[in-house]
Every structure is written in structure tokens, then in C-alpha cells.
């Protein structure tokens, strides 16, 4: 089915150990975002881009990196886990124009830094 | 970035309408409305968009009177399965540097 598809959906690190969260879309989507979402919270925007080879910081970029070489992938990379990046993070995509211009999201992947 | 002001949260009763009031006083001229849905464990889920008037669609209806300033989600005959949390928010979907600001919702809790 067509989407957004996050790996992995769980995952536990140890302070100062690092990853990658992947995300991929097949929907020829231009712009794409990262969300983390802490409990009881709305979502804030970690990075974004506007179409490949292009990036942006959101609200909270600090200690994530994030690249776009394909219009398809968006990884977010944390470089030093710390327990302060436990949280839920969402990846999303939507069409660059046209109307409606909602997102989609991918299922999630929970992290917990220990 | 206009800021959305929500409900914290809301309850009602199968087969109810359900109305869920956000106000957006900041609202700018290119700024449309959307509105999403969050279930437990899962991401957003985009539900309706509208920039004026009245939009409807097969989940729902988006009420935005002449000012803009504010925006009504209408749910028709709610079902256990819609309890969730609604995100109202707004932004410009044109520009390259759109942002949404995500509130903390409304928490819609359907009884039976």
C-alpha cells in the first residue's frame, strides 16, 4: 500500500550510542518532516525538507541530522542518544502543491534512551 | 506562525454530533485550516482542509465563518471508534517554509 513506511517501530539505545531512523514514501511526495511527540504533547518538527538535496531545522534539531538524496527517503540520524530524546517520532510527507495539502504519516517508531 | 487554540478536551455519545471549536485569531491571508486525527500508538491522520465557507467531506465538515478567525470540525453522528485526539491547526501550504504548530488537541471521548 501506498505510504509512509518508518523502521523501526521500537527500538532502546544506550546514552551516547546512535542511529539512524529511517523513512521512505512512494507517493512522489516533495516535502517531508520529522516529529517527535512526547507524552501528552502535540507533535514538533524536528526537521524538514522541501524536496530533494534540500533541508531544514524545525522547532527542535538539536542532537538529529537529517539528509534528502532521494525524493523517496528522509533518515533522521541521532548522533549522541541522551534520555531527553526518548519519545515517539513521526515521519511525514505531502505533495509540494495542489489542495489539499495534508500530511501523511508514517505508523511511528518509539525510542527509548536508557 | 498563527497559533490554534483548542479545547482540552471533549465528550459525547454514540450517534451525537459532535463539534469541535478551534480559534485562530493570528490567521494570515494564504493560511488554510486543517484538521487531523491521532489514535493511540498510531501518527496523525489528515481528515479535512478548508480555507472559507463550508467543506465537506465523507468523515466530516469544516464550518469557517467570514472572519477566518476561527473554525468548527463537525462530526456526524459519532461512533466509539471516533474517540481520538483532533489536532486543529493552520498554515500556509505554499510557502517552502511551512511549519505547523502542533497544540495539544482535543481529546474526544465517545461514550456508548
Known amino acids: 500500500n501506498a505510504g509512509v513506511t518508518q523502521t523501526p517501530k521500537f527500538q532502546v539505545l544506550k546514552t551516547g550510542q546512535s542511529m539512524t531512523l529511517q523513512c521512505a514514501q512512494d507517493?512522489?511526495?516533495?516535502?517531508m518532516s520529522w516529529y517527535r511527540q512526547d507524552p501528552g504533547m502535540g507533535l514538533r518538527l524536528i526537521h524538514y525538507?522541501?524536496?530533494?538535496?534540500?533541508?531544514d531545522q524545525g522547532e527542535v534539531p538539536n542532537g538529529y541530522n537529517v539528509s534528502r538524496s532521494t525524493t523517496e527517503d528522509f533518515p533522521l540520524r541521532l548522533l549522541s542518544a541522551a534520555p531527553s530524546q526518548t519519545s515517539v517520532y513521526f515521519c511525514a510527507s505531502r505533495a509540494g502543491t495542489g489542495v489539499p495539502l495534508g500530511y501523511t504519516f508514517g505508523s511511528g517508531t518509539r525510542l527509548t534512551v536508557v | 506562525l498563527a497559533k490554534t487554540t483548542q479545547p482540552i478536551s471533549m465528550d459525547s455519545y454514540e450517534g451525537q454530533e459532535v463539534n469541535i471549536t478551534c480559534s485562530h485569531n493570528?490567521?494570515?491571508?494564504?493560511?488554510?485550516i486543517t484538521w487531523y486525527q491521532q489514535f493511540p500508538s498510531q501518527g496523525p491522520r489528515f481528515i479535512i482542509q478548508g480555507y472559507k465557507t463550508k467543506v465537506t467531506n465523507e468523515v466530516a465538515s469544516l464550518f469557517i465563518p467570514a472572519d477566518r478567525k476561527s473554525s468548527t470540525l463537525s462530526l456526524p453522528r459519532v461512533s466509539l471508534s471516533d474517540t481520538a485526539v483532533y489536532y486543529c491547526l493552520v498554515g500556509d501550504g505554499k510557502d517552502s517554509n511551512y511549519q505547523l504548530i502542533w497544540g495539544a488537541g482535543t481529546k474526544l471521548i465517545i461514550k456508548p
Open positions: 525538507s522541501v524536496g530533494a538535496g534540500i533541508t
Open positions: 493570528n490567521i494570515a491571508t494564504n493560511d488554510y
Open positions: 507517493m512522489n511526495h516533495e516535502y
